[in-house]
């Protein structure tokens, strides 16, 4: 079984920054997606960063060049940096894991695979 649990949430005016955390833990396969989602209150959770083990990232392109996704293996620990914030990412973040699976695995599509574990999630507050 594995457990994500999110971090870093808050508040901040437009433009600032924030940086989110999810811990990992228990049996985290070498061949793996983990991802950040968000939702916004009366709008459908979007996939906006994940990190692929196969070797490669992908963005949103509502987040791209704002936000980083970044991964420390060892820790098991995954990160999003969020800079240059705006209203409109005002949302509950969520971090999502899952084994990518040979046939029809996360990789073929990381933004919109369904994943099967979930963290709480964060909220993160932006004011204009």
């Known amino acids: 079984q594995v457990k994500l649990v999110e971090s870093g949430g808050g508040s901040v005016p437009a433009g600032g920054s924030l940086k989110l955390t999810c811990a990992l833990s228990?049996?985290?396969?070498?061949?793996?997606?983990v991802a950040w989602f968000r939702q916004a209150p009366g709008k459908e959770r979007e996939g906006i960063a994940v990190?692929?083990?196969?070797?490669?990232?992908r963005y949103a392109d509502s987040v791209k060049g704002r936000f980083t996704i970044s991964e420390d293996s060892a820790s098991k620990t995954l990160y999003l940096q969020m800079n240059n914030l705006n209203p409109e990412d005002t949302a509950m973040y969520y971090c999502?894991?899952?084994?990518?699976?040979?046939?029809?695995?996360?990789?073929?599509?990381?933004?919109?695979?369904?994943?099967?574990?979930w963290g709480q999630g964060t909220q993160v507050t932006v004011s204009s």
């Open positions: 999502a894991y899952d084994r990518d699976e040979i046939e029809r695995g996360c990789r073929f599509g990381p933004l919109i695979y369904a994943y099967k574990n």
């Open positions: 990190i692929v083990s196969a070797g490669f990232t």
């Open positions: 228990g049996a985290i396969d070498s061949r793996r997606c």
